[in-house]
C-alpha cells in the first residue's frame, strides 16, 4: 500500500524558534510537493522538489528531498505567527498524474 | 497558473438529497481531480476527469454516488448522491498545469465546504 506519512501531526512552537517536519513515503517517487493550507481555505503551493538532493528555500521555509531515503524535510527557521497553518507533503505515483497527500502536520506558532 | 473557481462555496443539505458542484478553470486543462478532505483530515482522491471519457474512479468511490461530467476543457462538476451525515467534508477539485517542460503540477480550487445534517 502507498502511504505518506508526516510527522509531528501537530505542533507546537514559539516564536522565533527553529524547527522541521519530516514526510515520509513509501512509494519510488522523483516528485515531491509541499502545500499550505490556512483554516477554512484551499491549498498554496509552496514547493516542488524534482530530484534527490533538490533543495528549495522561501522566506522562512526550506525543503529538501533525499529520494533513497524516501524522505523531504520541511525546515522552519526563526517561525512567525503567519507560518501558523497545516502544510500537507504530496508525492506523485510514477507512470500516474496521481498525487498521494501525507497526514498533514498542523503548525501553530505563538506569539 | 490556472485561475480555478467552485460554486457553491459551501451549503447545507439535508440527508437523503444530492448536490452538484461546479468547478470552473480560466484556461483549457486536460486533466481535473476531484478530492474529499474529511474534517481535520488529509486529502484523498475520488476521480480523475478527462475531457471526453468517464471518470476514473478510486478505490472506495463509485459512479452511482459521486458522478462526474466533464464537457469541456474547462469545466466539471461533481455530484454528491443521496447524502449522509459521513459525507460532510470540504470537496476540492484541481487542475494539472505544465509549469516546466519537464514537469506538471497540480493547484487546486477554493474548496466546497459540504455539511449534511
Known amino acids: 500500500e502507498l502511504k505518506v506519512e508526516q510527522n509531528p501531526l501537530f505542533l507546537s512552537m514559539q516564536e522565533g524558534k527553529n524547527y522541521t517536519i519530516y514526510c515520509n513515503y513509501s512509494?519510488?517517487?522523483?516528485?515531491l510537493y509541499w502545500y499550505r493550507q490556512d483554516p477554512g481555505k484551499s491549498l498554496e503551493s509552496l514547493f516542488v522538489?524534482?530530484?534527490?538532493?533538490a533543495v528549495k528555500q522561501e522566506g522562512r521555509l526550506m525543503a529538501s528531498l533525499d529520494t533513497k531515503a524516501r524522505l523531504s524535510t520541511l525546515h522552519i527557521t526563526a517561525a512567525v505567527h503567519d507560518l501558523s497553518a497545516t502544510y500537507f507533503c504530496a508525492v506523485d505515483i510514477p507512470g500516474t498524474y496521481k498525487y498521494i497527500f501525507g497526514t498533514g502536520t498542523r503548525l501553530k506558532v505563538l506569539a | 497558473s490556472a485561475v480555478i473557481s467552485q460554486k457553491p462555496s459551501r451549503d447545507i443539505c439535508q440527508r437523503g438529497t444530492s448536490l452538484t458542484i461546479q468547478c470552473q478553470v480560466d484556461?483549457?486543462?486536460?486533466?481535473m481531480f476531484w478530492y474529499r478532505q474529511q474534517p481535520g483530515q488529509s486529502l484523498t482522491l475520488i476521480a480523475t476527469?478527462?475531457?471526453?471519457?468517464?471518470?476514473?474512479?478510486e478505490s472506495g468511490f463509485v459512479i452511482d454516488k459521486f458522478p462526474i461530467s466533464r464537457p469541456n476543457l474547462t469545466f466539471s462538476t461533481l455530484t454528491v448522491s443521496n447524502m449522509s451525515p459521513e459525507d460532510s467534508s470540504i470537496y476540492l477539485c484541481s487542475v494539472e498545469e505544465g509549469t516546466a517542460l519537464y514537469y506538471n503540477e497540480q493547484f487546486f480550487g477554493p474548496g466546497t465546504r459540504l455539511t449534511v445534517l
Open positions: 512509494t519510488t517517487s522523483d516528485r
Open positions: 476527469a478527462n475531457q471526453g471519457s468517464e471518470a476514473t474512479y
Open positions: 484556461s483549457q486543462v486536460t486533466m
Open positions: 522538489l524534482l530530484s534527490n538532493g
